[in-house]
């Protein structure tokens, strides 16, 4: 497979991306919308609690998992925007480097955008174990049970005796316990919340950049200095 194959092949790609930037944009509002209807933090923390979220949150659950959803495409339609500026960037020479000039801050621009992404995107998973964390602090109600067996012999008739215990651990729950577990859902809904707002804009930021220079994107010595024909 030649490198032009693999030109045409992203230059095909990317313009699937950029064309359906509008409906991506406007399909992340949608869910946006859906998933963080709460603006406040403390109306967030009061709705929790109302609707007695201690032991399990769908409402962070759902919002973590929307979030890792639109970083994830994000990261991919980046990616693909990424290849293919890299692979019609051309041969450095002196004179009329203006358009590699664009194309090298727009991959420096993808690069950085695509980093922080992946950060946030390592870090909303950690709302588990740290919830986990807060929950074995509360004390909650257990029940736990042994059973001991005792083997006796008369004479040439041996007897087995199971004896089942069943013990209680637990009581009322420390009123700052449960405070620090929702505290936990509201820092992720709010970590959730805000990575996703980044998703939001690093398609207006990115995409806006490269439909505005796609000509130089592609063509950056200009339609006389080589390379294949515009996106458009």
Known sequence: MSLKTFQTHAKKEAKSVLDNAVASLEALDA?????????KLSEANKSFQDSNYL????VVVGAISASQDAIAQALTDIKTIHDFIVLHIPQMEDGNNFGVTVQLAAVKNLSETSEALQKSLDELPKYYSTRADAMDKLNLPSETESESKKEEKEGDTAKTTTTKEWKKSGGK???HRVQAVYAVDVQFYASAKKAFRAVHSAYIANLDFCLKNKDKLEMPKGSGGGGYSSMY
């Not at 869910?31 to 603006?39: G, S």
Request: hydrophobic content about 30%; proline content about 12%.
């Open 31 to 39: 869910v946006y919308k859906q998933t963080f209807p709460v603006d």
């Open 55 to 58: 032991m399990e949150n769908p």
């Open 173 to 175: 729950q420390d009123a």
